[in-house]
Structure formats: structure tokens, C-alpha cells
């Protein structure tokens, strides 16, 4: 790990490209791939759907280079127990919306015209 602000709160360099990659927290405390502004909390996701398979993940966003996706993988890794938890509470709060939306005014509507036709 390699400071070069306050915000700057990871640091990944490789040998074959001479690429580097930064993890920074957004105005909203929310870690990103700095170049990118991209979520590291997106590649985590994308790390537990496809595992440590690096290339896939750069197959769903081209845009990002390897090195950005291992230091973004870096970082979820060393802060899991953290993101596991806001995964969860994020897939419980989907869940409740869910649950909520089902008998709303909007759905009845739509209920109602399929039923018309």
C-alpha cells in the first residue's frame, strides 16, 4: 500500500505492463477505482460470481485494466468481512422493496389492463 493523499487508501503496481491502479474513497466514503471512478464493491461483486477469475471480470468491464481489477480485489479481500455485510443487508433491503412494490398502485394498473386484454 502506497499513500500519495488522504484519500489514496491502496496501491497495486505490475511488472508486465507497468500499469498502476488506486483505490480511493469517493466524497461518500465509498471505495473506487480512482482512474475510473468505478465501485470497488461492483468488482467485488463480479469476484464471487466468477471467483479469482481476473479475465472474465475484465470481459464484463473492458474498460478497467488488470491491474485495476486485482487492486480493486485487493482491497475487497482485505475489507470482506465489511462489503460481505453490506452486500447482505443491500440484497435484504432489494428483498423488502420487493415484497412492498408487489400490491402497488402501479401494479395494480398494469394487473388491470393484462386482465382487459
Known amino acids: 500500500m502506497k499513500e500519495k493523499g488522504l484519500n489514496t487508501i491502496a496501491k497495486t503496481t505490475t511488472n508486465d505492463a507497468l500499469e498502476s491502479a488506486e483505490i480511493n474513497l469517493s466524497e461518500k ?7 475510473a471512478n468505478f465501485k470497488v464493491r461492483q468488482i467485488a461483486l463480479d469476484y464471487l460470481q466468477f471467483g479469482n477469475d481476473v479475465a472474465e471480470i475484465q470481459k464484463q468491464h473492458s474498460f478497467l485494466t488488470l491491474a485495476q481489477i486485482q487492486a480493486a480485489i485487493s482491497y475487497y479481500l482485505a475489507h470482506r468481512e465489511t ?7 443491500s440484497l435484504r433491503e432489494y428483498e423488502d422493496q420487493l415484497l412492498n412494490s408487489a400490491d402497488s398502485p402501479i401494479r395494480r394498473k398494469i394487473r388491470a389492463w393484462r386482465e382487459l386484454r
Do not use: H, L, M, Q
Not at 29 to 35: D, K, R, S, Y
Open 29 to 35: 466514503g465509498v471505495p473506487v477505482i480512482a482512474a
Open 83 to 89: 462489503f460481505d455485510s453490506e452486500i447482505k443487508e
